[in-house]
């Protein structure tokens, strides 16, 4: 397959391309910072802004056509969400939950009517499970999740496949783009908070973007490949614990596992 991935520079879509690249496939690499991707294999490195109407069609004109998508470029926000700009909160969902479809649109079209094509949206558990002091990139995450199970359900009548990947905590985590700390009451949540995700990826501690970048080629090549694939023991943990439980059930679980007292 030629396969576009978004966001490849680094961490989970620059070891997709690798992986892809491995399998055979023919990859498009894109990133903002197009010169970022100097060191990937793939057949082509462009510059695409996932927010940017231009940028995407100008990506898509030089990529030519493809068989599939990876959605991985994302951004977040850090702070309670008393303290984060709703500016910052729309920055975050324009990117991470607007713009994989900006990237979609223009492509569904052939795909409706050559009968295929493949779409891998790379959410998280967070997509599922909130949490304190990532709300806006939750928030952004779960529009994805929404997104992405409304697309299965449309287009999976003309032959295209939609995939929603969600790891838990890997490691390199994720650039924070934007740190909101808020007043000083919040202080004892940040401090509680500090160093959960080592928390919940235990002893063997998180694992590398590997992982998530073969579930993602997985996905790419299995057609029964469900819509929504968990990456990470901390991933199906957390999500198994979540539909098990109620609301109060699963708040309690949590603290106690993570000794939060706020």
Known sequence: MRVLVTGAARAIGAATVRELVARGHQVVATAREPELLAGLPAAQRLALDVTDDRSVRAAHVAAGEVDAVV??????AHGPLEAVPPAALAAVLETNAVGPLRV????????????????????????????????????????????SETLHYELGHFGIRVVLVEPGFVAPGMKVEATYPGPPVYEALQAQWEGVDDVLAGPGGRPGPETVATAVADALEDPATPLRVEVGDDARSILAARRQLDDVAFEAAMRQVLGITW
């Open 71 to 76: 959605n991985n470029a994302a951004t977040t």
């Open 104 to 147: 979609l649109q223009p492509l569904l079209p052939a795909w409706r009517a050559r009968g295929r094509g493949v779409i891998v949206n790379v959410s998280s558990v967070q997509g599922r499970v909130a949490t304190p002091l990532s709300g806006a990139y939750a928030a952004s995450k779960h529009a994805l999740e929404a997104l």
